[in-house]
C-alpha cells in the first residue's frame, strides 16, 4: 500500500523555524516526483514546492522563495522542508504528495501554528 | 487569488448531475494535463481524475472530466450526500514553474 506520513508541525512563534519531514512507504521513491502543498485553515490548497528524483531540480511558490528549502532522501525514503523565517500567513496544514502529475497519492498532513 | 478559476459552490438535489468549471490560461491548463481532487470534510485531498479524463482505479464512472483550450470541467453524475465534499483542480503553469490549484468549490448536494 502507497502510503506518506508526515511529521514535524507544531506551533512556533513569527520568524521561528521548523522542519517537516515525510516518510514514504509502497512504492519506489526514488522515481519519483514529490511535493508539499498546504492548505491554510479555512482555505484552498496551495503548491508548495516539489522536488526531482535525484534531487537536481526544485521549484517554490514565490511565497516562500528564499524562505523554505525542500530536500529528500532516497535512502530513508523521505522528503523534507525546512521553513526558517516564518510568518503568521504560513500557519496550514502541510501535506506531503507524490506527485507524478497528478498529484496521486497524499500524506494525512500534519499542521503548522505560527503564532506568537 | 487563484490562478485557477472555479466557482465557489454547486449544489444539486440527490441523483442529480452537476458540473465544476475550471478556468486557466496558455500557460497552464492551455498546455498541461489537468487533475481534479476531491477533499472530504477533515480529510486530505484525494486524485479523482487525471490527465484531464481518466479515472484512478475505485473511482466510479459518475465522475467524469474534460478539458478545451484554456477551460476544464469536472462532472458528476447520480449525486449522493457522501459527494459533498470540496472540489479542487489543479496543474502546472509553465510561466510561474509553480504548480497551482482552483479556488476550490463548494459541493453541496441538497
Known amino acids: 500500500e502507497v502510503q506518506l506520513v508526515e511529521s514535524g508541525g507544531g506551533s512556533v512563534q513569527p520568524g521561528g523555524s521548523l522542519r517537516l519531514s515525510c516518510g514514504a512507504s509502497?512504492?519506489?521513491?526514488?522515481?519519483?516526483?514529490m511535493s508539499w502543498v498546504r492548505q491554510a485553515p479555512g482555505k484552498g490548497l496551495e503548491w508548495v514546492a516539489n522536488?526531482?528524483?535525484?534531487?537536481?531540480?526544485?521549484y517554490y511558490v514565490v511565497s516562500v522563495k528564499g524562505r523554505f528549502t525542500i530536500s529528500r532522501d532516497n535512502a530513508k525514503k523521505s522528503v523534507y522542508l525546512q521553513m526558517n523565517s516564518l510568518r503568521a500567513e504560513d500557519t496550514a496544514v502541510y501535506y506531503c504528495a507524490r506527485d507524478g502529475e497528478p498529484f496521486d497519492c497524499w500524506g494525512q498532513g500534519t499542521l503548522v501554528t505560527v503564532s506568537s | 487569488q487563484s490562478v485557477l478559476t472555479q466557482p465557489p459552490s454547486v449544489s444539486a438535489a440527490p441523483g442529480q448531475k452537476v458540473t465544476i468549471s475550471c478556468s486557466g490560461s496558455?500557460?497552464?491548463?492551455?498546455?498541461?494535463?489537468v487533475s481534479w481532487y476531491q477533499q472530504l470534510p477533515g480529510t486530505a485531498p484525494k486524485l479523482l481524475i487525471y490527465?484531464?479524463?481518466k479515472r484512478p482505479s475505485g473511482i466510479p464512472d459518475r465522475f467524469s472530466g474534460s478539458k478545451s483550450g484554456t477551460s476544464a470541467t469536472l462532472g458528476i453524475t447520480g449525486l449522493q450526500t457522501g459527494d459533498e465534499a470540496d472540489y479542487y483542480c489543479g496543474t502546472w503553469d509553465n510561466s510561474l514553474s509553480a504548480g497551482v490549484f482552483g479556488g476550490g468549490t463548494k459541493l453541496t448536494v441538497l
Open positions: 496558455s500557460s497552464n491548463i492551455g498546455n498541461r494535463y
Open positions: 509502497g512504492f519506489t521513491f526514488s522515481s519519483f516526483w
Open positions: 490527465e484531464n479524463n
Open positions: 522536488i526531482k528524483q535525484d534531487g537536481s531540480e526544485k
